[in-house]
C-alpha cells in the first residue's frame, strides 16, 4: 500500500492586530522564531510554553525556514512596532523612578 501524502496547514493564525499566535494559543510567531534563532530546540520550546504542541513547533520552525526573508520582515516590523509602543507608554507614564514611588506608596499605606 503507498504512503498517503497529506498536507497540512501551518498551525499559526493571524489576529485582528496583524499578530501570529501558534495555533489557538496565545504564543506569538515571533516568540517561537525568536527562541529557535537564539539555539533552542522545539522540545525546549514546549518546555517553556507547554500550551503550544511539540509539532506544531516543527511545523511553525519549517515554515521559517522556508520563508526565511519574509519571516524576518514580519519580525524586524513587529520590534519596531513594539519601540513605537514603548517610546508612546513611556511619554504617557514617566517610567524614572516607578519603584521608588511604588515602594513609598507601600511604606505610606502600612504606617
Keep these: 500500500m503507498p ?3 497529506a498536507t497540512e496547514p501551518v498551525p499559526f493564525t493571524v489576529d485582528s492586530d496583524g499578530v ?15 527562541a529557535f534563532l537564539e539555539g533552542a530546540t522545539a522540545e525546549e520550546i ?10 506544531d513547533v516543527y511545523s511553525v520552525i519549517g515554515y521559517y525556514l522556508r520563508r526565511r526573508s519574509e519571516m524576518d520582515d514580519y519580525v524586524q516590523r513587529g520590534r519596531q512596532q513594539a519601540e513605537i509602543q514603548r517610546k508612546q507608554n513611556e511619554s504617557w507614564f514617566d517610567p524614572c523612578g516607578v519603584r521608588d514611588r511604588l515602594l ?7 504606617t
Excluded at 501570529?20 to 525568536?34: F, G, I
Aim: no cysteine; charged share 25%; aromatic share 2%.
Design 3 to 5: 504512503l498517503a501524502i
Design 20 to 34: 501570529a499566535r501558534v495555533a489557538k494559543t496565545r504564543v506569538t510567531l515571533d516568540t517561537v522564531v525568536a
Design 46 to 55: 514546549v518546555q517553556q510554553y507547554p500550551t503550544v504542541d511539540l509539532a
Design 104 to 110: 513609598a506608596r507601600r511604606t505610606h499605606k502600612v
